[in-house]
T-cell receptor, first 114, second 113 residues
Framework: DAGVTQSPTHLIKTRGQQVTLRCSPKSGHDTVSWYQQALGQGPQFIFQ???????QRGNFPDRFSGHQFPNYSSELNVNALLLGDSALYLC?????????????FGPGTRLLVL | GNSVTQMEGPVTLSEEAFLTINCTYT??????LFWYVQYPGEGLQLLLKATKADDKGSNKGFEATYRKETTSFHLEKGSVQVSDSAVYFCALNPLRGTYKYIFGTGTRLKVLA
């Protein structure tokens, strides 16, 4: 049973560029959440997708957008990259309104903006 | 608002020492509480959880008790090993089933042989 997978593992971009990160949830999960983890900090919630719609959003600008596909996989897009967007981006999957209250995290994509 | 406060690290211990990492929270309602561990270069792994007051979560020798009266969820282990060296994150889910987690800043643990 594959866990949460993310691609790519590392990425280097320059300011102003756009980036797309990808996530496949754990088998059987239908909800995908994205988090940004700056160096030395805890993860910050970006947004969450269920049934191909954004259900919740954290305090992130509109430059951060996403998508969920019918197979539950998801993409995170960041436009007009800033140096401050350099971070580890974590994807987490769960079961919508699941009783187990458990969210599983992927290994992350490390983004460096130069 | 909702928040999580963890003790600052790094925490440095000798092998077989007793570990406590403090975590307190602020939340409206009845959050679920979690401890996650992050090994170097990796994502987060769920260590343990508690979903209601007085619940005790446990896993791999680690324990934490959900204390509503003190709004705390301290992580403990009776005898740490070198392999426990990692960053530990306390987190809360403010509303059951929503998974909009709020994390603390993490506590780095270094265990020396």
């Amino acid at each position: 049973d594959a866990g949460v997978t993310q691609s790519p593992t590392h990425l280097i971009k320059t300011r102003g560029q756009q980036v797309t990160l990808r996530c496949s949830p754990k088998s059987g999960h239908d909800t995908v959440s994205w988090y940004q983890q700056a160096l030395g900090q805890g993860p910050q919630f970006i947004f969450q997708y269920y049934e191909e719609e954004e259900r919740q959003r954290g305090n992130f600008p509109d430059r951060f957008s996403g998508h969920q596909f019918p197979n539950y996989s998801s993409e995170l897009n960041v436009n007009a990259l800033l140096l401050g967007d350099s971070a580890l981006y974590l994807c987490a999957s769960s079961l919508w309104r699941g009783e187990q209250e458990t969210q599983y995290f992927g290994p992350g994509t490390r983004l460096l903006v130069l | 608002g909702n928040s999580v406060t963890q003790m600052e690290g790094p925490v440095t211990l000798s092998e077989e020492a007793f570990l406590t990492i403090n975590c307190t929270y602020t939340a409206t309602g009845y959050p679920s509480l979690f401890w996650y561990v992050q090994y170097p270069g990796e994502g987060l792994q769920l260590l343990l959880k508690a979903t209601k007051a007085d619940d005790k979560g446990s896993n791999k020798g680690f324990e934490a008790t959900y204390r509503k009266e003190t709004t705390s969820f301290h992580l403990e282990k009776g005898s740490v090993q070198v392999s426990d060296s990692a960053v530990y994150f306390c987190a809360l889910n403010p509303l059951r089933g929503t998974y909009k987690y709020i994390f603390g800043t993490g506590t780095r643990l270094k265990v020396l042989a």
